[in-house]
């Protein structure tokens, strides 16, 4: 089955510890993307990424770093910069993006980080 | 900027009420708006989708929601909703090249 795996589900991290949190798609989607979801506050965009070797910027990218080596990988670092990084981290993908797109964006399971 | 806005933060129905959920939003041009749902314990899903056309979209399990541009609104409805309706609703802004979500609705229907 075509989707978007997200490993692990559950991550714990000490503090001033780097983690990587991975995201897989299979869908061969072009533009991929990653939230942070804090209740009460929806989900925000921290980075995402249109095609390989390229990303950008979303709203709360302080703290965080990304790769797109891959079509089909986008991993996410939390970094020790990252004051408050317990969260509920999502990973989406979409076949294409810009303005003439018509696609809806595909999000996988998640991953939970907490601080030790 | 573009921003979306749910005024309905948490919602109580009893099963067979009507529903209807506000969603806002803050943006001139042409406007791609999509609806997901996150059941419990489960990853966001695509409830439907407004691109163009007929502004009432239709959806799965029986939600519609209706574009109405002259309000800014792109509200959420089902006649009558199910205790498995039950969880959170987000709004969604597509940017060109990425998407603004409000902050969710959590909806809980009892029996």
């Known amino acids: 089955d075509g989707g978007i795996t997200q490993s692990p589900k559950y991550l714990f991290r000490k503090e001033g510890q780097n983690v990587t949190l991975s995201c897989e798609q299979n869908?061969?989607?072009?533009?991929m993307y990653w939230y942070r979801q804090d209740p009460g506050q929806g989900l925000r965009l921290i980075y995402y990424?249109?095609?390989?070797?390229?990303?950008q910027k979303g709203d709360i990218a302080e703290g965080y770093s990304v790769s797109r080596e891959k079509k089909e990988s986008f991993p996410l670092t939390v970094t020790s910069a990252q004051k408050n990084p317990t969260a509920f981290y999502l990973c989406?993908?979409?076949?294409?993006?810009?303005?003439?797109?018509?696609?809806?964006?595909?999000f996988g399971d998640g991953t939970r980080l907490s601080i030790l | 900027a573009q921003s979306v806005s749910q005024h309905n933060h948490h919602v109580i129905l009893s099963e067979a009420a009507s529903l209807e959920l506000g969603c806002n939003y803050s943006?001139?041009?042409?406007?791609?708006l999509f609806w997901y749902v996150q059941y419990p314990g489960q990853h966001l899903q695509l409830l439907l989708k407004?691109?163009?056309?007929?502004?009432l979209v239709k959806g799965i399990k029986g939600f519609e929601a209706e574009f109405i541009k002259s309000k800014f609104s792109f509200n959420l409805r089902k006649p009558s909703v199910q205790w498995s309706d039950t969880a959170e609703y987000f709004c969604?802004?597509?940017?060109?090249?990425?998407?603004?979500f409000g902050t969710g609705t959590r909806l809980q229907v009892f029996p």
């Open positions: 989406a993908s979409r076949q294409d993006s810009g303005p003439y797109s018509n696609q809806p964006q595909h």
């Open positions: 407004y691109f163009s056309g007929d502004p």
């Open positions: 969604a802004l597509d940017n060109t090249d990425k998407l603004i």
């Open positions: 869908l061969n989607h072009d533009a």
């Open positions: 943006y001139g041009g042409t406007v791609n």
């Open positions: 990424s249109q095609i390989v070797n390229d990303f």
